[in-house]
């Protein structure tokens, strides 16, 4: 009897070696998560086995085989909740902060604004995808399109799906301030800011716990979009220099290790915009460049050129009193028509120096009649004094 006992025993004792033996082949369960016949117990849900790892994607950004690939058996942190800054200048592209890994655990890199290597360049955000038991990091790219960032939603227009924070427009980057603060009365993104609420509601996927994960125990369920699998096969730009300084500098601050500082980091969002670093554009760029400001720019073109259509107008009616002006300066002109007369009013005073000559007998005359009215005085006083008696007496004789 003891010995059949103890027969059982060993023999249970040798199916748990040999289940868990199997569990550490096949790296499929870590703790938290069991299996039962056809269905995996997740640590929230029970999942069909066909479909596990359909729903929870393994690496595409990185090989699991590739040497110095990223991956822990820990979970990291649930994303701190932060401010963004706004843009301190024009063309510049949001990078969401994120945990990453170091030797001492997850530590925090901050978000910062970057300029993007090349017009028309768009961050598809790096992100932790569980895949055979361990959980991967996906490092981050530059490309022509956002691609498949786990569905974890940083925020600030990287909500899960895409980016909804803003657009290329020919060579300048336009902002949705639906989700990015941008200070209008700031005159250097005049004409670079729009606000589209329904784009950032389309692409936001529901993270209430800020995982910071996708796949795995109570991870981030979201498959990638027929767009999203689409940029990952674009030709991608790995981070600049300068990105890769960020990453360096935060990993020597011991403050911004997760066990320093209990998952809430203090340094959040960097301060100032990292520098610029240039790199040819992929050829994809290159098409998006022929065509977008072909269409791009007409709907802002309007905004521009609108003003100048109404200018006219208002310029017109400055115009139009112009020509109507002349009229009233002929009759200026028309004035010295006026004048003329007065001019020819010398030769009616021409005729006035010909009058005294017809004064001139008028005059004569006038000393003439004396001598007629003398004789006549003459005669009546020789009258009066009896002159004429004389004679008479002189015929008596």
Same mark, same amino acid.
């Given at each position: 009897?003891?010995?059949?006992?103890?027969?059982?025993?060993?023999?249970? $004792?040798?199916?748990?070696?040999?289940?868990?033996?199997?569990?550490?082949?096949?790296?499929?369960?870590?703790?938290?998560?069991?299996?039962?016949?056809?269905?995996?117990?997740?640590?929230?849900?029970?999942?069909? #086995?066909?479909?596990?790892?359909?729903?929870?994607?393994?690496?595409?950004?990185?090989?699991?085989?590739?040497?110095? $690939?990223?991956?822990?058996?820990?979970?990291?942190?649930?994303?701190?909740?932060?401010?963004? /800054?706004?843009?301190?200048?024009?063309?510049?592209?949001?990078?969401?902060?994120?945990?990453?890994?170091?030797?001492?655990?997850?530590?925090?890199?901050?978000?910062?604004?970057?300029?993007? /290597?090349?017009?028309?360049?768009?961050?598809?955000?790096?992100?932790?995808?569980?895949?055979?038991?361990?959980?991967?990091?996906?490092?981050?790219?530059?490309?022509?399109?956002?691609?498949?960032?786990?569905?974890?939603?940083?925020?600030?227009?990287?909500?899960?799906?895409?980016?909804?924070?803003?657009?290329?427009?020919?060579?300048?980057?336009?902002?949705?301030?639906?989700?990015?603060?941008?200070?209008?009365?700031?005159?250097?993104?005049?004409?670079?800011?729009?606000?589209?609420?329904?784009?950032?509601?389309?692409?936001?996927?529901?993270?209430?716990?800020?995982?910071?994960?996708?796949?795995?125990?109570?991870?981030?369920?979201?498959?990638?979009?027929?767009?999203?699998?689409?940029?990952?096969?674009?030709?991608?730009?790995?981070?600049?220099?300068?990105?890769?300084?960020?990453?360096?500098?935060?990993?020597?601050?011991?403050?911004?290790?997760?066990?320093?500082?209990?998952?809430?980091?203090?340094?959040?969002?960097?301060?100032?915009?990292?520098?610029?670093?240039?790199?040819?554009?992929?050829?994809?760029?290159?098409?998006?460049?022929?065509?977008?400001?072909?269409?791009?720019?007409?709907?802002?073109?309007?905004?521009?050129?609108?003003?100048?259509?109404?200018?006219?107008?208002?310029?017109?009616?400055?115009?139009?009193?112009?020509?109507?002006?002349?009229?009233?300066?002929?009759?200026?002109?028309?004035?010295?028509?006026?004048? +003329? /007369?007065?001019?020819?009013?010398?030769?009616?005073?021409?005729?006035?120096?010909?009058?005294?000559?017809? #004064?001139?007998?008028?005059?004569?005359?006038?000393?003439?009649?004396?001598?007629?009215?003398? /004789?006549?005085?003459?005669?009546?006083?020789?009258?009066?004094?009896?002159?004429?008696?004389?004679?008479?007496? +002189?015929?008596?004789?």
């Amino acid at each position: 009897m003891q010995s059949l006992r103890s027969a059982r025993w060993l023999l249970l $004792a040798l199916i748990v070696f040999i289940a868990a033996a199997s569990q550490q082949a096949l790296g499929q369960m870590p703790a938290g998560t069991a299996r039962t016949g056809t269905f995996i117990w997740d640590g929230a849900h029970w999942v069909p #086995a066909s479909e596990y790892r359909v729903n929870f994607p393994a690496p595409d950004a990185v090989d699991v085989a590739e040497p110095g $690939a990223v991956y822990t058996e820990e979970a990291p942190p649930p994303l701190p909740v932060y401010e963004q /800054p706004p843009p301190p200048a024009p063309n510049l592209i949001w990078t969401p902060g994120y945990w990453h890994l170091g030797r001492s655990g997850f530590y925090w890199i901050p978000g910062a604004w970057v300029p993007a /290597p090349f017009a028309g360049g768009l961050w598809t955000p790096g992100y932790w995808g569980w895949s055979g038991g361990r959980y991967y990091f996906h490092e981050g790219y530059w490309g022509t399109h956002v691609g498949y960032y786990g569905g974890v939603n940083y925020g600030f227009g990287f909500g899960g799906v895409g980016f909804a924070g803003g657009e290329w427009r020919g060579g300048v980057f336009a902002y949705n301030t639906a989700v990015i603060h941008v200070d209008r009365h700031d005159d250097r993104f005049r004409g670079a800011v729009f606000e589209d609420r329904e784009r950032v509601d389309r692409g936001v996927v529901v993270n209430p716990n800020h995982v910071a994960f996708a796949g795995g125990p109570n991870g981030i369920r979201h498959d990638p979009t027929p767009e999203e699998a689409a940029a990952v096969k674009e030709t991608h730009t790995p981070p600049t220099t300068f990105q890769k300084q960020h990453i360096e500098t935060a990993k020597a601050d011991k403050t911004s290790y997760a066990k320093a500082n209990g998952g809430h980091p203090a340094h959040l969002a960097a301060e100032k915009p990292l520098a610029e670093e240039k790199h040819a554009p992929p050829p994809e760029v290159k098409n998006v460049q022929k065509v977008e400001p072909k269409v791009e720019p007409k709907p802002v073109a309007p905004s521009k050129v609108e003003p100048k259509p109404v200018a006219p107008p208002k310029v017109e009616p400055k115009v139009e009193p112009k020509p109507v002006a002349p009229p009233k300066a002929e009759p200026k002109p028309a004035a010295p028509p006026k004048a +003329e /007369p007065k001019p020819a009013a010398p030769p009616k005073a021409e005729p006035k120096p010909v009058a005294p000559p017809k #004064a001139e007998p008028k005059v004569e005359p006038k000393p003439a009649a004396p001598p007629k009215v003398a /004789p006549k005085a003459e005669p009546k006083p020789a009258a009066k004094t009896a002159n004429k008696p004389a004679p008479k007496d +002189e015929h008596k004789q």
